[in-house]
């Protein structure tokens, strides 16, 4: 895992973006026609959801990593490494249908990428194990993110991970010894206490999702 490599892409983008202004022009343009299900507070909205798109971008390393040592202690490193790798590569090597995208409000689309992909494998963690592996529920967080990129091309995104998921984990990954042993380990309190520090993210930062009015 080449963490580092995914932080300095990070503050690279935040130098872009404060030489550019690029992410601010674009949530200028977005904000009036935001989904109505999508619930910022009246004072500095701008501001909120700018604070959002960083801290989802930022939560990717931070992610990443801490997936990788519950990995290792848990002894499922070898179905685990392989998909925290594209989703790792999304940043460092991204996919066609990112050609000529930079800056921070770009990296927004590589940080869903790698968001949904950890969502869709706790996705068959709870289907396999009935808990998923990581237990830190990014859906709303992702869910107004897709609404930031816009429908069609956080579509193409969500076709872009469902391929990975399907390449890289299917019935066969699940039914290797660690992952059994990986099975009696989960209700142990340890495995929990890694990911208590991972609160909802889009409510921690007052975007939240609610029914239009």
């Not at 895992?1 to 872009?16: D, F, K």
């Not at 026609?33 to 004072?43: K, N």
Request: aromatic share 6%; glycine share 4%; hydrophobic share 40%.
């Amino acid at each position: 895992m080449n963490i580092a490599a995914v932080r300095e892409q990070v503050s690279q983008a935040h130098q872009h973006e404060g030489q550019t202004g690029q992410l601010k022009a674009r949530l200028e343009l977005q904000l009036p026609h935001l989904h109505p299900s999508i619930q910022l507070p009246e004072q500095d909205a701008q501001g909120t959801l700018a604070r959002f798109v960083s801290a989802y971008i930022e939560q990717v390393p931070e992610l990443l990593e801490a997936a990788h040592e519950v990995a290792l202690e848990a002894g499922i490193e070898s179905q685990i490494k392989p998909v925290l790798k594209i989703a790792e590569a999304y940043f460092l090597q991204p996919p066609e249908v990112m050609d000529g995208h930079v800056g921070l409000d770009c990296l927004l689309d590589e940080a869903y990428l790698a968001h949904r992909l950890v969502e869709e494998v706790n996705d068959l963690y709870i289907r396999h194990f009935q808990q998923p592996l990581i237990p830190f529920d990014t859906t709303m967080a992702n869910l107004i993110a897709h609404q930031l990129i816009g429908e069609e091309f956080a579509n193409q995104l969500d076709e872009v991970v469902h391929h990975s998921v399907d390449e890289m984990l299917n019935e066969q990954s699940f039914a290797v010894e660690s992952v059994e042993a990986y099975r009696e380990k989960l209700s142990s309190p340890a495995t929990g206490e890694a990911w208590k520090r991972w609160p909802c993210l889009s409510r921690q930062l007052g975007v939240e999702l609610g029914q239009p009015a």
